[in-house]
């Protein structure tokens, strides 16, 4: 399970099997400036196996190190580490299941570089106001232009799920580009045929 260093900060989560039997999953971090407190509960309470993926200039041999958690190193491109070489990394430690629980920023970085298959948004009926955005995409030029991805909806007691499958959605992407190309009456019918 990945989570992103805000969602350490604002909630210092246990992101540990609870309600249900079953194992702990692997627990990760990814803190690419290492600004997760080191007192955070994931790094020290050694329930479950836990990295903490940081930037490789950001880890030098005098830096406190938390108790339970082994670190890794994954090269920055600017601010960010690309999703591709966090899954590179994961998958060479045998981690091939991955689950972006969040938060916003991470989970929408993972879509924006079409790195996931699947995406589960649920919804509550509370009206919560200003908050932080849980999913944060370039906005559609156009609603024919716009994401639409198969999918299917749960109700979970009073909330609702939906569960996008996110497999085809660049190839649909890519497919209503070059439709486009050919007039908006192309990417009209590519969209109603593809989805």
């Not at 702990?24 to 955070?40: E, H, K, M, Q």
């Not at 070489?85 to 570089?113: A, H």
């Not at 939906?162 to 070059?178: C, K, P």
Request: hydrophobic share 40%; with cysteine.
């Amino acid at each position: 399970v990945i989570v992103g260093a805000g969602t350490v900060i604002a909630d210092n989560p246990r992101l540990t099997t609870r309600d249900v039997p079953g194992a702990n999953p692997v627990r990760v971090v990814i803190d690419p400036r290492r600004r997760v407190p080191l007192a955070s509960g994931v790094l020290n309470d050694a329930i479950a196996p836990t990295y903490l993926l940081h930037g490789s200039s950001q880890l030098s041999d005098s830096a406190p190190l938390a108790t339970a958690a082994e670190y890794l190193s994954v090269g920055l491109h600017g601010n960010d580490m690309p999703c591709q070489d966090i899954i590179d990394v994961l998958k060479y430690r045998g981690l091939c299941r991955l689950f972006v629980e969040g938060g916003g920023t991470t989970v929408s970085r993972f879509f924006n570089e079409n790195a996931l298959h699947q995406l589960q948004i649920a919804a509550a009926p509370l009206l919560v106001g200003d908050g932080r955005p849980a999913l944060q995409l370039p906005g559609a030029i156009s609603m024919q232009q716009a994401h639409r991805p198969p999918h299917k909806i749960y109700r979970m007691g009073e909330d609702i799920l939906w569960d996008f499958n996110l497999r085809t959605v660049s190839s649909l992407d890519q497919q209503a580009t070059e439709d486009s190309s050919q007039g908006s009456g192309s990417l009209v019918a590519a969209v109603e045929r593809l989805y």
